[in-house]
């Protein structure tokens, strides 16, 4: 398949080292909006988003994550990015983990959020990708997000939940459906061993799609990572717990940003 030119944008000072910020399946960059006062501090951000998400153009699917991360290193190119640190939550922690096996001279860092490296049973997100193709996204939006958030922060915060789940439902339904093909045929494990990337895995502690045993077996695998877990979030940690998944990223990307004066 051809490579998509993803939708994109940049934020921060110019000459900062730059960190590429990738959403989970069914979200778009406003995903990273409680990060982006930090990171854009010392950092140059490069949000962007998956085939179908945002304006980026869906293709016919299915989609496999190499195709995903084939857009990525393009749009990469396209900016004449030689090296990046990359943060991705979900898918798009999948599609950072093929990158900086794919490419890892590319990659400075990794922060990988609510994923993992294998995603059984794949017959879920199969069965998801076929109601959606033929029903739309609406069919599914109550299954998909409810994993998203604890139960409590959708009480306090029913603003945020209907503001991502109206996104949600706005997603193509072939772009969403091609890349719940991409997740359900996912197996990073022996991919892992191939990232030197410093990375840190970070786990909502009530996650769910991914809980944290998900994270610690991919941090297990790779050669140079952490794990981390944050308590009182669900799937979209750096949203429920911006406070927490910040001061983790600070810590982790600042080596990435200390040539900027």
């Avoid at 983990?97 to 490419?103: C, D, K, M, R, V």
């Avoid at 790779?222 to 911006?242: K, M, S």
Wanted: proline letters at 8%; glycine letters at 8%.
């Amino acid at each position: 398949m051809a490579v998509v030119p993803l939708q994109y944008r940049f934020d921060g000072p110019r000459t900062a080292p730059v960190v590429v910020l990738l959403p989970t399946l069914g979200t778009r960059w406003s995903l990273w909006e409680p990060q982006l006062p930090e990171l854009t501090r010392r950092l140059r951000v490069l949000r962007v988003n998956h085939r179908g998400h945002g304006s980026s153009p869906a293709p016919r699917g299915p989609y496999s994550v190499q195709e995903l991360g084939g857009d990525l290193l393009a749009l990469l190119d396209r900016c004449e990015l030689e090296r990046a640190s990359f943060v991705g939550i979900g898918l798009g922690a999948m599609v950072s983990l093929w990158a900086a096996a794919a490419e890892p001279s590319r990659v400075t860092r990794l922060a990988l959020l609510s994923t993992t490296s294998w995603a059984p049973p794949s017959l879920r997100w199969q069965s998801i990708g076929e109601r959606v193709r033929r029903f739309g996204v609406s069919s599914v939006v109550d299954e998909v997000t409810r994993s998203w958030f604890t139960p409590g922060f959708c009480e306090q915060r029913p603003d945020i939940v209907a503001r991502f789940t109206e996104e949600f439902e706005k997603t193509d339904p072939e772009g969403y459906a091609g890349c719940c093909d991409a997740v359900a045929n996912v197996d990073h494990r022996s991919l892992a061993r191939r990232v030197h990337a410093p990375t840190m895995v970070i786990a909502g502690a009530h996650d769910p799609q991914t809980p944290p045993g998900h994270g610690r077996r991919l941090a297990g695998v790779l050669p140079d990572a952490h794990f981390e877990v944050v308590g009182g979030a669900a799937h979209l940690a750096n949203v429920e717990r911006a406070d927490l998944v910040n001061d983790l990223l600070l810590r982790h990307l600042a080596p990435a940003a200390v040539r900027w004066p």
